[in-house]
């Protein structure tokens, strides 16, 4: 076959990455589209002049090779011919036979799913018939969308070519991140955790996405613990942990509670075993959060086929397959953590310039704001301090976060809890009036310090404000008037209404997901979301990578051995931009052994920082002298051997895991003094169904 003759009409607009490897001025990394066995575009800036030879190496988007080859540039559109759609046309010269033969493979499932693609609507609801009929359970290869978010999170998948979110058997469609206890020692997650908040605060955890991969001793944990109605304590590796009850879990264990409930939730949709999934966080986790969140997964029964960046999620379910070619910025406020990222979608490819955010800012803070006014107001009035009673702080927190909701809408609500106090005898009630207006002054600030994010991430990348065409809510919270109010004013523009803020994410997920079981049509090129660097003395900070690198990306330093015939070398990994070291993110800890036994300032070592797609590290290091690989130890504070024990087994399955907690060194459990059965009844009785 000529495959060099291939019809225009047989070209799809597959997105993959291309590496040039000689000089062509300019272009090294970009991507190729409207690929043919004959040849294919590249997006480009800088587009090489025609006649151009080029040889070149074609990848997916998690950077396996796919073929190598050379061609020659046949014509070219520079910016100012199209502002969108530069680049140039090459005509492959040489390719391997089994690289035509991939590329007609790809040509063809495309072409038919072009072909059956349904228009999809966002949010749209699953048919009765998407219902996999119920005979017995079958393992499928499905792989779930995940949003595990702060207070609510999200399951969807793509069924008959459309994206859907699946809903619980109650009929909702999130699920709140809460796991709880009850008195009967019973495991809750989700709904009926939510409506235990109230009565039990102390035994339900809630906001676990906050503090996951967080060090307990960092300043950030220090200074919210005491706001959480639950323990919070440090657990091995220096994490944080918290008490449910008489036991103790890390927070990958409460996350993986949440992922398990996501699951079955499809499994019972479906009924089918599900255990692949694409979980979203969000783009400013750095690498320990990201880990963990990986380690909730593989503890629920889930493979975690790629750790998403929430942005990127909610800009696929704005773009896919719409034939796009815009610059979209993201503005995700949700309900704890706040992300902006700006991308160019030109079909498919989802290519990200730059992000930032704050995993402190979200609906909760504007909730903490109107409990504390109200208690305030209560103090002022009737002197009497109502912060104490975690009790009616969760029933006014619950309160203030509906008056908030309805006040997006409404002008004027009431806040009324009735009998909170004993003053001379006589009952009080908590009655406050609150007004739109006040709700704005009291978060006003939390709302520009999101602005002064956007601020940052255009700045960053000398991104020209101008340039964006579009401005995308996501998140609860952005649906508060002022943030509109404040984003409209400072882009001069209206954000765009046309994604769910509540299911954008999952969606795109999902789209994601079913990307992954076709061949990857979708791809997606991140950037890293902090800097990374190293401390040798453990007070100077030396960045390596820095922020918004786009990834894959490596870099290497040379180290020397500070100390005469020392055998190994030890470095801290942090996170951050921050040129003090403390007031960055320790992510973890590498050892390099086998150095060679030489006196100091002799041994040469050329250490390798490697960051995949998913902002997630491999570390390597040589012997520049002898050119040997020498052993790398990176401990990632959420790599723990210990965590075999609760998650992966159901009730039936008991025996496992009570062998690996009697292995265990630290079974990390406090003692059930209450629980006749002990603490094997009790893990019972919390797999149990209800
Ligand atoms: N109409 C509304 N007006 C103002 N805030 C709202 C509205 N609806 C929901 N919210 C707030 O949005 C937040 C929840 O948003 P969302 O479900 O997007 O967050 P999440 O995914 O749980 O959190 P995150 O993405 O930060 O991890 C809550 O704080 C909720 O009070
Ligand atoms: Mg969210």
Request: proline share 2%; aromatic share 8%.
């Given at each position: 076959?000529?495959?060099?003759?291939?019809?225009?009409?047989?070209?799809?607009?597959?997105?993959?990455?291309?590496?040039?490897?000689?000089?062509?001025?300019?272009?090294?990394k970009s991507f190729a589209v409207n690929i043919s066995a004959g040849g294919c575009f590249i997006h480009t800036h800088t587009p090489p002049?025609?006649?151009?030879?080029?040889?070149?190496?074609?990848?997916?988007?998690?950077?396996?090779?796919?073929?190598?080859?050379?061609?020659?540039?046949?014509?070219?559109?520079?910016?100012?011919?199209?502002?969108?759609?530069?680049?140039?046309?090459?005509?492959?010269t040489k390719i391997p036979p089994e690289a035509a033969r991939t590329i007609e493979e790809i040509v063809a499932s495309e072409l038919e799913r072009s072909a059956t693609l349904k228009e999809y609507k966002d949010g749209r609801d699953l048919d009765e018939k998407d219902r996999t009929p119920t005979i017995g359970i079958k393992k499928s290869r499905k792989i779930i969308g995940i949003d595990l978010g702060t207070t609510f999170s999200c399951v969807s998948s793509v069924v008959n070519n459309k994206p859907v979110v699946i809903p619980s058997r109650q009929g909702y469609r999130t699920v709140p991140s809460i796991v709880a206890?009850?008195?009967?020692?019973?495991?809750?997650?989700?709904?009926?955790?939510?409506?235990?908040?109230?009565?039990?605060?102390?035994?339900?955890?809630?906001?676990?996405?906050?503090?996951?991969?967080?060090?307990?001793?960092?300043?950030?944990?220090?200074?919210?613990?005491?706001?959480?109605?639950?323990?919070?304590?440090?657990?091995?590796?220096?994490?944080?942990?918290?008490?449910?009850?008489?036991?103790?879990?890390?927070?990958?264990?409460?996350?993986?509670?949440?992922?398990?409930?996501?699951?079955?939730i499809a499994e019972s949709y479906f009924a089918e075993e599900i255990n692949r999934a694409v979980i979203t966080v969000p783009a400013y986790y750095n690498e320990s959060q990201r880990q963990a969140v990986k380690e909730a997964g593989r503890l629920a029964g889930l493979e975690v086929e790629r750790i998403l960046n929430?942005?990127?999620?909610?800009?696929?379910?704005?773009?896919?397959?719409?034939?796009?070619?815009?610059?979209?910025?993201?503005?995700?406020?949700?309900?704890?953590?706040?992300?902006?990222?700006?991308?160019?979608?030109?079909?498919?490819?989802?290519?990200?310039?730059?992000?930032?955010?704050?995993?402190?800012?979200?609906?909760?803070?504007?909730?903490?704001?109107?409990?504390?006014?109200?208690?305030?107001?209560?103090?002022?009035?009737?002197?009497?301090?109502?912060?104490?009673?975690?009790?009616?702080?969760?029933?006014?927190?619950?309160?203030?976060?509906?008056?908030?909701?309805?006040?997006?809408s409404a002008t004027e609500k009431e806040i009324h809890i009735p009998f909170v106090s004993l003053i001379n005898g006589k009952?009080?009630?908590?009655?406050?009036?609150?007004?739109?207006?006040?709700?704005?002054?009291?978060?006003?600030?939390?709302?520009?310090?999101?602005?002064?994010?956007?601020?940052?991430?255009?700045?960053?990348?000398?991104?020209?404000?101008?340039?964006?065409?579009?401005?995308?809510?996501?998140?609860?919270?952005?649906?508060?008037?002022?943030?509109?109010?404040?984003?409209?004013?400072?882009?001069?523009?209206?954000?765009?209404?046309?994604?769910?803020?509540?299911?954008?994410?999952?969606?795109?997920?999902?789209?994601?997901?079913?990307?992954?079981?076709?061949?990857?049509?979708?791809?997606?090129?991140?950037?890293?979301?902090?800097?990374?660097?190293?401390?040798?003395?453990?007070?100077?900070y030396l960045k390596v990578i820095p922020r918004n690198s786009q990834l894959p990306t490596e870099r290497s330093i040379t180290l020397l051995n500070p100390i005469d015939y020392q055998s190994e070398l030890n470095l801290t990994i942090y996170q951050g931009e921050s040129p003090f070291l403390e007031a960055n993110e320790m992510v973890g800890e590498l050892t390099i052994s086998n150095l060679p036994r030489v006196p100091r300032g002799n041994a040469r070592i050329n250490v390798k920082f490697a960051v995949d797609p998913e902002s997630i590290f491999k570390i390597s290091a040589i012997d520049l002298k002898s050119g040997e690989n020498l052993p790398v130890r990176f401990i990632n504070y959420t790599n723990r051997k210990d965590l075999i024990k609760v998650m992966i087994e159901t009730p039936d399955g008991n025996e496992r895991y009570q062998k690996e907690i009697k292995n265990s060194e630290t079974p990390n459990i406090i003692n059930n003094k209450d629980n006749k059965k002990g603490f094997f009844g009790w893990l019972k009785s919390i797999f149990s169904k209800q």
């Open positions: 076959m000529n495959y060099s003759n291939r019809r225009q009409s047989e070209r799809v607009k597959f997105p993959l990455l291309i590496r040039i490897n000689n000089d062509v001025g300019g272009v090294q002049e025609v006649g151009q030879t080029i040889s070149f190496d074609i990848l997916r988007g998690s950077g396996e090779v796919l073929f190598s080859g050379e061609g020659v540039v046949v014509w070219r559109k520079t910016e100012k011919d199209d502002p969108k759609e530069h680049g140039c046309g090459i005509k492959f206890i009850n008195e009967k020692g019973k495991l809750l997650v989700g709904n009926p955790a939510r409506e235990q908040l109230l009565i039990n605060p102390k035994n339900t955890v809630y906001g676990a996405k906050r503090l996951i991969g967080r060090k307990y001793k960092s300043k950030i944990v220090q200074e919210i613990k005491s706001r959480f109605s639950y323990e919070i304590l440090e657990g091995d590796n220096e994490n944080c942990v918290v008490r449910l009850g008489d036991a103790i879990f890390t927070l990958e264990e409460i996350s993986a509670f949440i992922l398990k409930e996501l699951k079955e929430e942005p990127t999620a909610a800009a696929i379910a704005f773009g896919f397959f719409k034939g796009m070619k815009k610059r979209i910025m993201v503005y995700d406020l949700g309900g704890g953590t706040f992300d902006v990222s700006i991308m160019d979608i030109h079909d498919n490819v989802f290519e990200v310039l730059s992000t930032g955010g704050d995993t402190f800012l979200g609906g909760v803070d504007f909730d903490n704001r109107i409990v504390n006014f109200i208690v305030d107001e209560f103090k002022k009035q009737y002197n009497v301090d109502l912060s104490k009673d975690m009790i009616i702080m969760q029933r006014l927190l619950f309160a203030a976060e509906n008056a908030k909701i309805e006040l997006s009952a009080v009630d908590i009655k406050q009036k609150l007004t739109r207006q006040k709700i704005e002054e009291l978060t006003s600030d939390l709302v520009d310090r999101t602005i002064i994010v956007c601020e940052e991430v255009l700045s960053a990348k000398n991104i020209d404000i101008k340039s964006i065409d579009e401005i995308l809510l996501v998140g609860g919270q952005s649906r508060m008037p002022l943030v509109k109010k404040k984003i409209t004013e400072y882009f001069h523009k209206e954000p765009h209404k046309g994604v769910h803020p509540d299911e954008a994410v999952a969606i795109g997920a999902a789209l994601l997901a079913d990307s992954i079981l076709r061949n990857e049509n979708v791809l997606l090129i991140d950037v890293l979301p902090m800097s990374v660097g190293i401390s040798l003395d453990g007070k100077k």
